[in-house]
């Protein structure tokens, strides 16, 4: 099998205050079109002797282009990077073979707005039909459980990872009468509290009962629909804030639903935490 690698890039986008990494969504195209199978990396650093991390990649509207880039912001990166670890990055297709030419030692799933499956949802009307996306998160949680790799999900990769699992997710959260909580202000903020259960791995992984995240989103995990999850966090108004499943392949499997990548950067102590537990497990397997 012939493996190409390209070297992710860097790009101010419109509307942002910092560089992300980006690639063009038909250049890789172009290496899968031809056969081969890209091999994405970052465009600096040595990956010898330091625990690889595939990173599933986002996408953003370029408007230059008909297809979104394949995007990364440098907070996953970094927060990756100052654990310990490497980040390499997983496009949509070939997922296998991407993952078994880097042969990682974990994998993160990172956040972003995709169509799920109708069936996942109790409460969704309308449409939904572009699984490219949602297929490449199933095929990394897959991986994962088959090779007992330490994963992370948050966001949209929480609730990718919950229905995994077989949980239900509800919509348009902001809407219910119960919610009271603003859980998409937008931006970086810090907007509620979250208690974590003590009986979990996302505890022994940021050593706190309490504290404040981000919220910037529109779906929840719904509390009594869990499949082979577990609720490890909450809301003050019961909102799911991190899940875990029944019987973890790892001993870090977790789902969380705020954005520590960002104050990772930034000396967040739980959030710092979080993701030098996801490096340290690593040699925990």
Same mark, same amino acid.
């Given at each position: ?64 282009? =008909? !297809?979104? &880039?394949?995007?990364? /912001?440098?907070?996953?990166?970094? *927060?990756?990077? %100052? ?123 940021? =050593? !706190?009962? &309490?504290?404040?995240? /981000?919220?910037?989103?529109?779906? *929840?995990?719904? %509390? ?62």
């Amino acid at each position: 099998m012939n493996y190409i690698n390209i070297k992710m890039k860097q790009i101010q986008y419109d509307g942002h205050d910092y560089t992300s990494y980006f690639l063009h969504f038909h250049d890789v195209n172009k290496v899968l079109q031809e056969g081969s199978i890209p091999q994405i990396t970052l465009p600096e650093e040595n990956i010898e002797n330091k625990p690889v991390v595939a990173t599933i990649l986002a996408q953003w509207k370029n408007p230059k282009y =008909k !297809e979104k &880039d394949y995007f990364l /912001t440098p907070f996953y990166i970094n *927060a990756i990077k %100052n654990a310990g670890g490497y980040p390499v990055f997983i496009a949509f297709d070939k997922i296998k073979e991407q993952l078994d030419n880097f042969n990682p030692d974990a994998i993160l799933l990172v956040g972003g707005d995709f169509d799920f499956p109708k069936d996942w949802y109790v409460n969704l009307n309308k449409e939904v039909n572009n699984f490219h996306r949602h297929n490449a998160y199933q095929t990394m949680i897959s991986y994962a459980e088959k090779h007992k790799l330490p994963t992370l999900g948050i966001c949209g990769g929480m609730q990718a990872l919950a229905g995994y699992l077989g949980a239900k997710i509800k919509t348009d959260i902001n809407s219910d009468k119960n919610i009271q909580i603003n859980h998409r202000p937008g931006g970086a903020s810090l907007i509620h509290t979250i208690h974590i259960d003590e009986k979990s791995q996302l505890y022994n992984a940021v =050593k !706190e009962n &309490d504290f404040m995240v /981000t919220s910037v989103h529109h779906e *929840a995990v719904v %509390n009594n629909r869990l499949g082979d999850s577990k609720i490890v966090a909450i809301a003050p108004d019961n909102t799911v804030e991190a899940i875990e499943p029944k019987n973890p392949w790892s001993n870090f499997v977790i789902g969380v639903q705020w954005h520590p990548e960002r104050w990772a950067t930034m000396n967040n102590k739980p959030s710092v935490n979080l993701f030098k537990s996801f490096i340290e497990s690593i040699n925990q397997k």
